[in-house]
């Protein structure tokens, strides 16, 4: 770790001490190196920061045990991603109140093109589908899906994009070390083999109804676009969807049923001027990656053989299918002896593979 970094991550242990305290104290020294050189009188000349900030910035100083905080990250395999450093995300960088700092586990590419999927965590059947869909087909465009791994549409947006091998970041409300919610375990380590897990929360913080908020401003501050997929109007999708238009980037809303509360949160957005999203090419052809689009269509139409791990679910449903009858979801359940959440989750992969294809009547077969 870098003495840059190393004073970034000692400033930011600081208890009661947050980032705008902290950017300003930098901004008035030259560097965090310097800042923390600071004295309890300099600390109350900086505007609209009292005794209380400046007494808990000089007792918590001393305090701060950094080779606890280098070991855990040592242990973890994890870094700190200082807002100076490079890898640090730019599109971040620009918000107001950006944190100064990351914790990082995994190897994702935080500058790399990126779009934000959110909404509620009681989420139904439908948002669930549709979440992991635009996860699969956004990530398919080489478009990092970046979430916050709660309940729900979280953790369907993170699947879809692992379905198809792309890159998803988990933005936690809490310590990297915490998973939350614990269903999510297994999902949270396969993101951290492939993609990352980031919070601005040391170690052994846990989630609160603050944290998560805060949590929020990083999704919608380190992307450059925000698909808000079923919120009521009081959501954590909400508060992510319009930090994002505060910050200037681009919303899309998925349209729902108009009696459901789930749908509100949407229908509010597009009617503030969120754009209305049906499909996967209505983001790409809005962000520039038509071409893209319209060239994974062309590869998966030109994919003639499909290899499934044998004894798989997906093996099973496509044999069904095979067999030349056109089928519903019930139907195919019967005959793969899956359940029916087994059988649309498998559908919906099959679908964007290009191994099947759902017709007008709602039946399924295999596409030739």
Known sequence: MTDLAESYLRLSLIPNVGATTIKKLISKFGSPIDALKASRSDVMQLERVGAKIADAFIEGRDKVDIDLAKRKLKAFNADYVCIDDGRYPQLLRTIYDAPVGL?????????????????????????????????????????????GLARGIDSFAHQGALDVKAKTVAVLGCGIDIVYPPENVDLYRRIIETGAVISEYPFGTRADRQTFPMRNRIIAG??????????????GGMITARLACDNGRDVFAIPERIDSPTSAGCHLMISEGARLATCVEDIASELGYAGQFELGLKN??????????????????YSVLSKGDALAADEISVLAKLSMPEVLSVMLSLELSKAVKKRADGRWEKNI
């Open 103 to 147: 914790y990082v586990a995994g190897n994702a590419d935080l500058n790399a093109p990126s779009i934000a999927i959110v909404g509620c965590r009681n989420c139904s059947i439908y948002g669930s589908l549709v979440a992991r869909k635009f996860g699969a087909g956004l990530g398919s465009l080489g478009l990092t899906v970046v979430s």
């Open 300 to 317: 998966s139409e030109n994919a003639k053989k499909f290899n499934f791990e044998e004894g798989s679910a997906e093996a099973s449903v």
């Open 222 to 235: 380190m992307t450059s676009a925000t698909l808000l997929v079923e919120s009521d109007i009081r959501g």
